[in-house]
């Protein structure tokens, strides 16, 4: 059981940086060959930064579109991102004294990320224009995070697991040292579908955690009186036109 | 009037229902050979379509950044479902910017992705048949390209990417559109949208002179093909006679002569819009616009100057120097182009113009920001300065303005419901229905604070307006340029209205 729980750590390791990093490089490799911010848009690339970090911390556009979905997604966000930040206990040996301080609040995330995925999921099923737009996918992403979630949250509060044993058994994947792994079953469920997630995050729509920088109407800089802005294949259809008809 | 019913003004702008297949349809007509030859595409179904679309799509996928990770990254989130305004006006969920993109997207998850290719009833992919083409046709065209969406995506998608490549793939297996190829293929040949051949144009153009001097005793030129002026007017053909439009042509050329900026249009590139960009070809849109470059050229010019016109002022503003530049032969002390509202800003602000408002004092106004100077252009140096410089301008004309709800302006801006190559008589229903949010807005501020007129910067909502102004109860005229107000109230060096408002002085301090 824990060699296999290794074997598929390691394999979902894998496919999660080979699968994020191809589609990151096939996105920088695809031309943006006109400016397309969407305006008002910053001048200068400070200002972009400023936007995209406004966007990616605070959700701003979906703040101005609708104030509930903003609030549950991005309290499931934000408490997503403290619960990882958590899990960083388990892969480093010492623990820094910011990451034990954390722990506090960090206990309660794990709810915070249950009900603001709850929230999204009442909408996804009770607004018939979000229903529409749902395929099983949709719905199973939520599940599939809320059932990670409540599996956390039964190790921490209901039925404890030997955390002194899954660290060891973590430090070992990072050192290639196949270590045992408890075996009661919320962290069996816990740690399965945590592998899931890994492995399907390149093939699905969690894409957007890359997506969204690479999004033209937003990371461009509004300056085309200015600078031309030439996509590779455009410069060659132009050269191909000039030679066509020499000026 | 038509065999639809104009919508109904909501009591208070509740979300709509939904209603599965309103607007289903067979969409606008469709181009024939002869409009698409001449731009490169088919003009009919080829036998091998399915191989044809889908390498087609595979190929603007690698052109496009845009469409790449738009088509990945798309949280189904829901926020844009009740953003566009041919949504609110129809009520087909089709017509959400999200469910307009799945059109697309689910052909892409089949076959451009894992997860589609192996699990589709999973992730919503869809095998491509005509018929998913004949929809993309549809509600492809039940798009203006306005951007509202992208404004409120988290991830910053713009359907009018998605809508624009799916139109050039469209045109690549024989499902151009009518209207849009027609008026490409006229540019190309006459040199405008209109077909209006040159002399026709000079014959308007002197007409016009010899108005303004009857009204203001100044002798204002309207040129055409003259060498040598400081400017090149590029301005879309519809201010060469259609109400307003015309009335704003009469502006620039007063603001420009009492400047002394010389200016002349081209017979050649008589035509500032440009439906490359609604069609998505960059080839097109390259096309159409190397024609401004020749006319500067050869009339040698100093500077570039539109008129009024949203989509022309986009591709003007933000690809014009990528697609026809450099511009190294013009004046660079002025930006390349300008936009005669940038002109008429700095003149006022310079105190160059000398304006009566009074002449304005029946109106009250309030403006429409139109979509592609809204959220695909700016204005002056900053941004934001598309929405303040069309504003002081109205406001150094008139004294009465009132801005409609903050929901429906700026960058929030609803589109007239007519952008995009939808401006067709074929698709009335939809440019009716999709014209709903902006005519509640308008209907508020008549309310509440007398508005009386809307102004505009744009050809082609200019021409919308006067069409759905009637259908919601309000004066077809209502509808203005803002260099018409300009017009007004402008007081020329030497002209009759100097000499009656100072003449009038010397009368008042007499008696
Ligand atoms: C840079 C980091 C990220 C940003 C800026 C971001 C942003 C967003 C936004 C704006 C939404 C739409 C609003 C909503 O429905 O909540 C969203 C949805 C979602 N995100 Fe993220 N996200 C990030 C990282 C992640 C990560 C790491 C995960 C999971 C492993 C994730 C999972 C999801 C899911 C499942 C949804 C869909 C919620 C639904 O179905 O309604 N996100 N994200
Ligand atoms: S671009 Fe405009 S018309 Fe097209 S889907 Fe978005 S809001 Fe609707
Ligand atoms: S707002 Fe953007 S991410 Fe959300 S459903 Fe619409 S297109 Fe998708």
Redesign the interface.
Known sequence: MSAFYALLFTVAFLVLIIGLTKKIIQYSRVPAPLKIPVTPAPLTKGGVAIRLAKETILFTALFRSNKWTWLFGWLFHVSLFVVLLNHLRFFIKDVPLPLVLLQNVGEYAAFTMFIGLAGLLIRRIFVARVKYISSPSDYLWLILLMVIGFSGIVMRFISHTDIVAVKEFSLGLLAFDWQALPTDFPLMVHLFLVAVLMILLPFSKLLHIPGLFFAPTRNQVDNPREERHIAPWAAELDAEKNKAQPK | MADFETPKFREYPV?P??KEGEMAGDGPFVSRAEFDTDLGYPGELPEDWKEKTLDKMGDL??????L???M????????????CHYFIGTND?KN?P??RQ?LMRKVYRRYF???GKYFP????AVDLTEDVLDEWYNYYHQCSEC?RC?????????TA?VTMAAREILANVGKAQKYSNQIIQKVYKIGNNLGLPGPALEGILEDLEEEVEEDTGVPVKYNMDKEGCDALLMTPSADFFAEPHIDGLIGYGKVLHELGITWTVSSEASEAANFGLFIGS??NI?RVSMRIREAAIKLKVKRIIFGECGHAWRVA???L??LA??FDFLDQNY???QHILEVTYGALQEGKLRMNKEENDHLTMTFHDSCNI?????MGD???G??DIPRAVIQAACNNFVDMDSDTIK?ATFCCGGGGGLLTDDLMELRIKGALPRMEALKQVTEESGVTNIAAICAICKSQFTKTLPYYGFEMDAIMSVHQLVSEAIVMTGSEQEKDLDGTDEEEAES
Request: net charge positive.
């Open positions: 979300v229902q939904i996928l690698g052109r496009y950044r845009s790449q990770v738009f990945d990254s798309c949280i189904k989130c829901g926020a844009c479902t009740d953003k969920p959400m999200v469910s799945d992705t894992f997860a009833k999973l992730v919503g951007r992208s404004v409120f995506c988290p991830m910053g998608i713009d990417e960059y080839d390259q503003y933000s690809f120097n990528t530049g450099p930006p390349i182009p809204a959220r695909a252009s700016r900053y941004p934001g598309q929405f960058d």
